[in-house]
């Protein structure tokens, strides 16, 4: 991963089934094998979200609210969520740049539909559904990755764990 000067900067970890939606400059980590990251982020107001999401998708679609005690597990959910909070930022899909990361096939299997399969493409069909603009992707393969998001820039870095050194995105 490439090394990052001190920066003066609250520091988060997220994990499994969260989000963080930033309010002010942060540097958030976390580290991904079939899990799903998507972050989003205005560079008109410069803020950021980014989720870690453990499974493709909700069951209750389509009564799924905020107060569901599971939401953030799926991305389905925690995507529609994450908009939610931009609308009422005045924060419009056309306006978020997003980028998506993890769906790792990180066990043994023969079979083609994954959980880090369907991971990525029930993000991929939110994204596709709301219109949404990605502009950087690093999914698949059978490598974790490990997820460096600042928050009031858009920047993510990530480190592919047993694999070749990390790259800005």
Partial sequence: M??????????V????????????PTMVTTVLG??????MFSPVLQRGAISHCTLPGCRFLNSCNDSCMETFKYVDCTLRH?????RTLGVWNEDLEIKIFGGADTLQSKSSNTIGTQNVKSALDV?????????AADVGD???RKVLFLSHTGEVFVKRLKKS?????
């Fill in 165 to 169: 050194n990390g790259n800005s995105i």
């Fill in 34 to 39: 079939s899990c799903v990251s998507v972050t």
């Fill in 2 to 11: 490439k090394r990052l000067k001190s920066l003066d900067l609250s520091s």
């Fill in 82 to 86: 994450m908009l939610r909070h931009f």
């Fill in 127 to 135: 994204i596709k559904a709301e219109k949404l603009r990605v502009i």
């Fill in 13 to 24: 970890y997220l994990y499994p089934g969260a989000i963080y939606i930033a309010e002010e």
């Fill in 142 to 144: 059978s490598f974790g």
